[in-house]
């Protein structure tokens, strides 16, 4: 059923919510209603006694003005004049309405409202006790704020100009972009839109959009920044869909002119969490928020709901979080796939390292995809052996390799027409250097990055391929040992995924909640999984996968078959880099006594660069000369 928005005019005792809320009704012809006068006898009794309310007293006035703003949104919407001085009360005033709740928040000093309310005849609530507002009062972070030194025809004409304006900005209407725009849109959202006009390229492509949907019928379209700019409410929150790099600075730089102090920019694109740091500082320096946000779900996502990861300031998360929660995919629980990640640029970088997941995930079922090849499978094949496992193995992934393995295109499959090159975007790049830079071994995700790059190099493969006589023989293997190989690399993937992310967590003092991050991962996004789901779990308990006890029964069961899989493929030559280094490194990372004594020997032996001995407690360094003279 279609619901129409709700205006609550909220603000300390005595700021005029009753004289602005019954002109503004008026204006929009829309019906009034005064909070107050559904206070109970015992409220009002004890409000002329001086006495504050308390939270318990507020509580049953609040749901009955919840369940009136139901009502009225459901005819034609309604004013209401209410106090809504905190969050949580806010939060039961508009539970069930979402964002068709609209707040306008009157705001001025207490000597502005003290001159106010001491004017006043016949008011119930004393002027002495306006401290006591003030010292709760929780100032909203989404409301049209307008200041009561304002005369009311003023305040009216503010709110309706503001209320005219559109809520939230999206700029670059790529694939994302569009999905975005239309996902806010389908949440009752009033959305300005913009995308550039560059002659005989793109031109009126926001208006064109506009036109081709009809949940878009409100939105404002354009192509002139200023303007767009000038078409939002202030404080303003502009979101950022642009390719990813320079051309972000340069949009921000475009931008700047034209945005005030306190507005914000969510940069929704796959930026490097550096970059993120960095323009958020720049950012600062000009009083203008930043968040940067990890969006994951591709174009399907993005409109029925994507996965959001934003990091930047706490506070500037809390004014856009109404937006990101309204269109992020829901979970299980029906709670959004969308929370605070941290500061800086930690949303950037946990989206990052979700793509190399993602990389990593994306090679082993085009691994597994050899390997059934290998073993004598046409692509329908394949994907009926893929089916198979969904009911253990659920995944987007697998769900969308099934797919392409069963496409056609005249009698072959269209993946025997795709060229064998896999391109990237550059984020597995970013985590393999994050890796590296961090001293994690995330080496599954760099191997997908590597199979990527050495699949580039086809010219030169085929001709090494004439070269060199390549092993015909079929791995001795069965289709139940690919799979438990498949899903015992699986957890090795995730497992350093997860560790890259709580090592950076630690460095740059992040606190990021690993478990709610493995939570906004179980939909809308692309690694989204059973697996993930049961992640959520042991994540409250431990940073460390492995130490899990299911986890470790399960990877022990699957263990043998991955030894045997990589060891046949050796011998038959196949390449299956992330199966071999699941397995090398869990070997590597399952021993107690290294190699790696003989490195720290070589070190010393011609760089001098000493030794710790393990007869030594005490982490004394050592330097022997190697060589009796
Ligand atoms: C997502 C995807 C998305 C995009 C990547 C792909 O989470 O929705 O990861 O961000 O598909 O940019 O990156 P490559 O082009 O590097 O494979």
Not at 554 to 563: F, G, M, R
């Given at each position: 059923?279609k619901?129409?928005?709700?205006?609550?005019?909220?603000?300390?005792s005595?700021?005029?919510?009753?004289?602005?809320?019954?002109?503004?009704?008026e204006?929009?012809?829309?019906?009034?209603f005064?909070?107050?006068?559904?206070?109970?006898?015992?409220?009002?009794?004890?409000?002329?006694?001086g006495?504050?309310?308390?939270?318990t007293d507020?509580?049953?006035?609040?749901?009955?003005?919840?369940?009136?703003a139901?009502?009225?949104?459901?005819?034609?919407?309604?004013?209401?004049?209410?106090?809504?001085?905190?969050?949580?009360?806010?939060?039961?005033?508009?539970?069930?309405?979402e964002?068709n709740?609209?707040?306008?928040?009157?705001?001025?000093?207490?000597?502005?409202?003290?001159?106010?309310?001491?004017?006043?005849k016949?008011?119930?609530?004393?002027?002495?006790?306006?401290?006591?507002?003030f010292?709760?009062?929780?100032v909203?972070?989404?409301?049209?704020?307008?200041?009561?030194?304002?005369?009311?025809?003023?305040?009216?004409?503010?709110?309706?100009?503001?209320?005219?304006?559109?809520?939230?900005?999206?700029?670059?209407?790529?694939?994302?972009?569009?999905?975005?725009?239309?996902?806010?849109a389908?949440?009752g959202?009033?959305?300005?839109?913009?995308?550039?006009?560059?002659?005989?390229?793109?031109e009126?492509?926001?208006?064109?959009?506009k036109?081709?949907?009809?949940?878009?019928?409100?939105?404002?379209?354009?192509?002139?920044?200023?303007a767009?700019?000038?078409?939002?409410q202030?404080p303003?929150?502009?979101?950022?869909?642009?390719?990813a790099?320079?051309?972000?600075?340069?949009?921000?730089?475009?931008l700047?002119?034209?945005?005030?102090?306190?507005?914000?920019?969510?940069?929704?694109?796959?930026?490097?969490?550096?970059?993120?740091?960095?323009?958020s500082?720049?950012?600062?320096s000009k009083?203008?928020?930043?968040?940067?946000?990890?969006?994951?779900?591709?174009?399907e996502g993005?409109?029925?709901?994507?996965?959001?990861?934003?990091?930047?300031s706490?506070e500037?998360?809390?004014?856009?979080?109404?937006?990101?929660?309204?269109?992020?995919?829901?979970?299980?629980?029906?709670?959004?796939?969308?929370?605070y990640?941290?500061?800086?640029?930690?949303?950037?970088?946990v989206?990052?390292?979700?793509?190399?997941?993602?990389?990593a995930?994306?090679?082993?079922?085009?691994?597994?995809?050899?390997?059934?090849?290998?073993?004598?499978?046409?692509?329908d094949?394949?994907?009926?052996?893929?089916?198979?496992?969904?009911?253990?193995?659920?995944?987007?992934?697998?769900?969308?390799?099934?797919?392409?393995?069963?496409?056609?295109?005249g009698?072959?499959?269209?993946?025997?027409?795709?060229?064998?090159?896999?391109?990237?975007?550059?984020?597995?790049?970013?985590?393999?250097?994050?890796?590296?830079e961090?001293?994690?071994?995330s080496?599954?995700?760099?191997?997908a990055?590597?199979?990527?790059?050495?699949?580039f190099?086809?010219?030169?493969?085929?001709?090494?391929?004439?070269?060199?006589?390549?092993?015909?023989?079929?791995?001795?293997i069965?289709?139940?040992?690919v799979?438990?190989t498949?899903?015992?690399?699986r957890i090795?993937?995730?497992?350093?995924?997860?560790?890259?992310?709580?090592?950076?967590?630690?460095?740059?003092?992040?606190?990021?909640?690993?478990?709610?991050?493995?939570?906004?991962?179980?939909?809308?996004?692309?690694?989204?999984?059973?697996?993930?789901?049961?992640?959520?779990?042991?994540?409250?308990?431990?940073?460390?996968?492995l130490?899990?006890?299911?986890?470790?029964?399960?990877?022990?069961?699957?263990?043998?078959?991955?030894?045997?899989?990589?060891?046949?493929?050796?011998?038959?030559e196949?390449?299956?880099?992330?199966?071999?280094?699941?397995?090398?490194?869990?070997?590597?990372?399952?021993?107690?006594?290294?190699s790696?004594?003989i490195?720290?020997?070589q070190?010393?032996y011609?760089?001098?660069?000493?030794?710790?001995?393990?007869?030594d407690?005490s982490g004394?360094?050592?330097?022997?000369?190697w060589?009796?003279?």
């Amino acid at each position: 059923m279609k619901m129409n928005n709700v205006i609550f005019i909220m603000g300390v005792s005595g700021c005029g919510k009753t004289t602005i809320g019954k002109l503004l009704s008026e204006e929009l012809s829309l019906p009034f209603f005064d909070a107050d006068d559904f206070h109970s006898v015992a409220n009002i009794k004890k409000m002329s006694e001086g006495k504050p309310l308390n939270d318990t007293d507020r509580e049953g006035w609040l749901k009955i003005i919840n369940k009136l703003a139901i009502d009225q949104s459901l005819k034609k919407g309604c004013v209401i004049a209410c106090s809504a001085l905190k969050e949580h009360y806010r939060f039961i005033l508009s539970t069930k309405l979402e964002t068709n709740a609209k707040w306008v928040y009157l705001s001025g000093s207490f000597e502005d409202v003290y001159n106010q309310i001491s004017e006043r005849k016949n008011h119930f609530m004393p002027s002495e006790l306006l401290q006591s507002q003030f010292e709760i009062l929780e100032v909203p972070a989404n409301a049209i704020e307008v200041s009561i030194t304002n005369s009311p025809l003023e305040i009216i004409k503010i709110i309706k100009k503001q209320y005219m304006k559109s809520e939230f900005g999206l700029f670059g209407l790529g694939v994302m972009g569009k999905s975005l725009t239309r996902n806010l849109a389908n949440n009752g959202f009033k959305i300005s839109m913009f995308n550039r006009h560059v002659a005989g390229v793109s031109e009126n492509v926001a208006v064109n959009f506009k036109n081709e949907h009809d949940e878009l019928s409100n939105t404002l379209a354009f192509d002139n920044i200023e303007a767009f700019v000038n078409s939002l409410q202030t404080p303003r929150k502009i979101m950022l869909m642009v390719n990813a790099g320079k051309v972000t600075d340069y949009v921000i730089e475009d931008l700047l002119p034209y945005l005030s102090e306190g507005d914000t920019l969510i940069d929704g694109g796959n930026s490097n969490y550096k970059k993120t740091k960095e323009r958020s500082a720049y950012l600062k320096s000009k009083n203008i928020y930043f968040i940067g946000t990890g969006v994951s779900g591709g174009e399907e996502g993005a409109l029925k709901g994507p996965s959001i990861m934003p990091g930047g300031s706490k506070e500037t998360y809390e004014s856009i979080a109404p937006f990101l929660n309204a269109i992020a995919a829901k979970d299980k629980n029906n709670l959004p796939c969308c929370t605070y990640i941290g500061p800086d640029g930690s949303g950037h970088f946990v989206k990052m390292v979700h793509n190399g997941i993602e990389y990593a995930e994306m090679q082993l079922l085009a691994e597994v995809y050899v390997i059934l090849k290998e073993l004598g499978n046409i692509p329908d094949e394949i994907a009926d052996i893929l089916e198979s496992w969904k009911a253990s193995a659920s995944s987007y992934l697998l769900e969308i390799t099934i797919d392409i393995l069963r496409k056609k295109e005249g009698d072959d499959w269209l993946v025997n027409k795709i060229m064998d090159k896999a391109g990237n975007k550059g984020t597995g790049n970013w985590t393999t250097i994050a890796t590296a830079e961090l001293g994690v071994s995330s080496s599954l995700i760099a191997s997908a990055l590597f199979a990527r790059y050495t699949s580039f190099y086809k010219e030169e493969r085929v001709q090494l391929n004439k070269l060199y006589d390549k092993q015909t023989q079929t791995p001795k293997i069965t289709v139940a040992e690919v799979f438990e190989t498949y899903q015992f690399a699986r957890i090795v993937n995730h497992y350093q995924g997860i560790k890259l992310i709580a090592e950076a967590s630690k460095a740059f003092e992040w606190h990021i909640n690993l478990s709610e991050m493995a939570r906004i991962w179980t939909n809308g996004c692309i690694i989204r999984s059973t697996f993930m789901e049961e992640l959520v779990e042991i994540l409250k308990e431990t940073d460390n996968i492995l130490t899990n006890s299911v986890i470790v029964d399960q990877t022990k069961s699957l263990k043998p078959s991955a030894n045997k899989v990589i060891a046949q493929c050796a011998l038959a030559e196949l390449p299956i880099v992330c199966m071999s280094e699941s397995v090398n490194f869990f070997n590597g990372l399952t021993t107690a006594d290294s190699s790696a004594n003989i490195i720290q020997a070589q070190r010393d032996y011609f760089g001098s660069h000493t030794y710790q001995r393990l007869d030594d407690e005490s982490g004394a360094f050592y330097h022997t000369e190697w060589i009796n003279e």
